[in-house]
Each structure stands twice: as C-alpha cells, then as structure tokens.
C-alpha cells in the first residue's frame, strides 16, 4: 500500500507572499513586486508596485500576484540613516527567489554598507535594528531627532535634548526609564564553542589562506572564483555571499573536500604523434601563430599557406611542405 501523496498547494503566491512578508519585517522592508525578475539593472522605484496583502488588486480588478509571478516577490528597504550614518537616499531591493534572494542597490548614491547591512541580517537571521533600540527613552528620543535631522554619530546639538525632554514629557514618559528586559547573566567559563561547528567542514573546502572563523560566520572562503563570508543559516543551509556579487550561492550541506594524488608518468611511447596538417607548421587542434615585425609579409605567407593547403599544391616550395 502506497502512501498517500501530498496535494499541491492551491494558492503558492499566497504561501510564498508570507514568506517574503516575514522577510520583510527581518529587514524592515515592503513587499514588492519587481519589473522584471530576471534583470534588476536599472530598476527604480516607481516601478515597483508594492503589496500589503497576497490578494491585493490593481486598478483594473486584477490580481497583481499571481503563481505565474511568484519571481518577481521582493523586499524594498529605504531609510538606512536609520540604522548607520550612510545610505540616507538608499534603496535596496532584496529579490526572493524562493530564499536564495539576491540583494542590489537600485537608488540613491552608491552605499555598500547599506547592500552589507541587508545581507549580514538574512544571513544572520537577525532583524535590522534602528541606532535607538535598547536605549533608554531620553537617548532614544535624541537618536530619533537626529535622524531625521540628518546628523551623522557624535553631532548632537544641545537642542535636541530639550526637544527630547520636551517630547517625553507630552507623552509623559519617564526619561530615564527602560522597558527592555534584563537577560541572563552568561558565566565567563561557561564553555560554549567560540565558533560554529557546522562551518569547520566549509572551511576545509573552500578556505583562502587568511581564512578564520568567527561565529557563525567564515570569513575568507572562495566560491566560483570570488572571496567572500560562509554562514549557516537558521533553517541550516550554508550561504555564501561576496562583496562583488550580490547574489547568494547556496552551498551543499555535505562539501566534498579536495584530495591530492600523485602524479604517475606513463610510457612516452603511447603518447600519440603529432597531427601535422602542413609540414611542421600546423598541427591539428593546436594553436599556431606568425610573428614578425610589420610589413614583413605574414599576411601574405598565410594566405599563400591556405591557398596551398585548400589546393594540395606547394605553392610556397616546391621541394617542401606538402599538405596532407
């Protein structure tokens, strides 16, 4: 007896459409649906069409997400002077890709940071988190102020404390309250592993020279010709990821390691003759070029050459080279 089959899901856009919504809220980003999923080149955002809902529909009644469209899911994220001291006018669009995405800039002045940003929160699995989390409401409330101020870190005008104080107040919160919960003291010996097992394998796979790990994270690996970082992933896929490449690349679970063998030279008397076309000038699947110093008749010698080979005939020596 066979095992009963699983049914397909009847609305996958609705399913994918959750996925990438929580996503969104990982990198405080919209939902958004891209032009076209196979080139984000040139992509700005008023050619975005934003999604609150899997069943949002346009102007016409259609429904804008459908299963034939699940590629184009992204996740736009803007506002990134909330988080650093860069990318004020960044936008960065994350495209899904069924959660393998692929993270680009597409507005505003070039930001590296803000592309690293989005990507060390979904490789890390951590949410992004404005300059004010944790911060009691009075330094809060003066970050917040600075923000949308545009004032970078270490410039903090005295009247952005009374402003603060002021704000608080009409709220009539407390300034120096704390609503974040105190967590468990760690213990200095508490013998927990500095690193993440699951990337010693990775490490002896595609390590550079420098390579280290740190974390959850190695540093220095080579994918595919490119230098970038490895991480493990909440849901256990191993991601890698470059500076000069915005896509990810996900890694087998189990990488095969390189083995060296030795070398054994075989008889030199199988090795097969040469496959000389022309005399001793060309041979068959082997490149072969003239040289010599301009105006010294190459171009002529190598049509000469063909016309002889194409002919059967020795038109450059008589006594010589002969085509076979």
Not at 113 to 122: N, P, Q, S
Not at 222 to 251: C, M, N, P, W, Y
């Amino acid at each position: 007896m066979t095992a009963p089959q699983p049914k397909p899901d009847p609305r996958p856009h609705r399913t994918a459409f959750y996925q990438v919504n929580e996503l969104a809220h990982q990198i405080s980003g919209d939902v958004v649906l891209v032009p076209d999923a196979s080139n984000l080149i040139g992509i700005r955002r008023e050619a975005l069409i934003k999604l609150s809902h899997w069943a949002n529909k346009g102007d016409e009644g259609e429904h804008l997400l459908t299963p034939d469209n699940i590629d184009r899911l992204a996740v736009l994220t803007d506002g990134f002077f909330r988080f650093i001291d860069e990318g004020k006018d960044a936008s960065v669009v994350t495209l899904w890709r069924g959660g393998t995405p692929i993270v680009q800039q597409i507005d505003g002045e070039p930001c590296e940071a803000a592309v690293d940003l989005v990507t060390d929160a979904i490789t890390g699995m951590r949410p992004l988190q404005e300059k004010w989390h944790g911060l009691p409401p009075l330094e809060a409330e003066i970050e917040i102020l600075a923000c949308r101020a545009g004032f970078t870190e270490g410039h903090r005008p005295k009247w952005l404390e009374r402003t603060a104080r002021a704000n608080l107040a009409e709220r009539d919160v407390d300034p120096a309250a704390s609503d974040e919960p105190k967590g468990e003291p760690v213990a200095a010996n508490d013998n927990a592993p500095q690193h993440d097992e699951r990337l010693v394998p990775y490490l002896a796979a595609f390590a550079a020279k420098d390579a280290f790990i740190s974390g959850s994270t190695l540093f220095g690996a080579v994918v595919g010709g490119l230098t970038g970082k490895i991480q493990i992933v909440a849901d256990g896929r191993a991601l890698f990821t470059s500076r000069h490449s915005k896509k990810f690349i996900e890694l087998p679970a189990q990488p095969k390691t390189l083995a060296a063998s030795p070398f054994t030279l075989g008889d030199p008397a199988s090795l097969p003759e040469r496959d000389w076309l022309f005399g001793r000038h060309y041979i068959r699947r082997y490149a072969t070029a003239s040289v010599g110093p301009g105006g010294g008749g190459k171009t002529a010698h190598s049509i000469s050459e063909s016309l002889a080979m194409v002919t059967g005939r020795p038109l450059l020596d008589p006594q010589g080279a002969q085509a076979t």
